[in-house]
């Protein structure tokens, strides 16, 4: 991190499910923060998340969440979805950047974030903080949503799958067809028509 350089992480959840929307997160942390459960969300527990996720809340000095669709995603597909969202969460902040770092190997220029105020790191979200912070909310918020409609369609198993292409996941699927919150642009090959 650049001394004085206001620098903003920023990450998704959810890219690979059949069902929900991607997250998107985008957060500045105050200089030196540092919270010792605080790692990438993926290799983090869902109480050290919460736990984590609550003191970015208060302590960052700015931070959004935004999701996109599945529809949107069918429309524009999931990389540019993701790239999206993360790029809606930068303009969501209460505090504009001078720099952004995103999680992951591919991003588009936006407003005045051209190439130089932005550094795609793959691995990211194990190196930076801001990026970790970023993957934490990012998968509270899309986990929390997913057990909301799970409530509504129980027959999937989105408490426990959270969408993405278990088994119980895509037998319910094939039992119970599609619902809106499905991205229909995504097949499993277990899905697929088969000719024999």
Same mark, same amino acid.
């Given at each position: !991190? ?31 923060? @540092?919270?010792?459960?605080? &790692? ?15 003191? #970015? ?16 995603i069918?429309? #524009? &597909? ?7 969202? !993360? ?8 505090? *504009? ?7 992951? &190997?591919?991003f ?5 974030? *051209? ?6 790191v793959? *691995? ?24 909301? #409609?799970?409530?509504e ?15 119980? @996941? #895509?037998?319910?699927i ?13 097949h ?9």
């Amino acid at each position: !991190m650049e001394e004085g350089r206001v620098e903003a992480g920023c990450d998704e959840a959810g890219r690979g499910p059949l069902a929900g929307p991607v997250f998107a997160a985008a957060v500045i942390l105050p200089e030196g923060f @540092h919270h010792p459960l605080l &790692n990438d969300s993926k290799k983090m527990t869902a109480r050290a998340r919460e736990e984590v996720r609550s003191v #970015i809340e208060k302590e960052a000095v700015a931070w959004a969440v935004v999701a996109v669709s599945a529809k949107q995603i069918d429309q #524009i &597909n999931i990389l540019n979805a993701s790239i999206f969202g !993360m790029q809606s969460a930068v303009r969501g902040l209460s505090v *504009k950047p001078d720099f952004l770092l995103i999680d992951g &190997n591919r991003f588009k220029p936006f407003d005045d974030f *051209k190439p130089g105020r932005y550094a795609t790191v793959v *691995k990211g979200d194990a190196t930076y903080a801001s990026i970790a912070a970023a993957s934490v909310l990012a998968k509270t918020y899309r986990d929390e949503y997913m057990l909301k #409609i799970a409530a509504e369609y129980p027959q999937y198993g989105w408490d426990r799958n959270m969408g993405y292409p278990t088994r119980e @996941h #895509i037998e319910a699927i094939r039992k119970f067809g599609y619902t809106e919150h499905h991205r229909m642009s995504f097949h499993p090959k277990e899905l697929e028509p088969t000719l024999f």
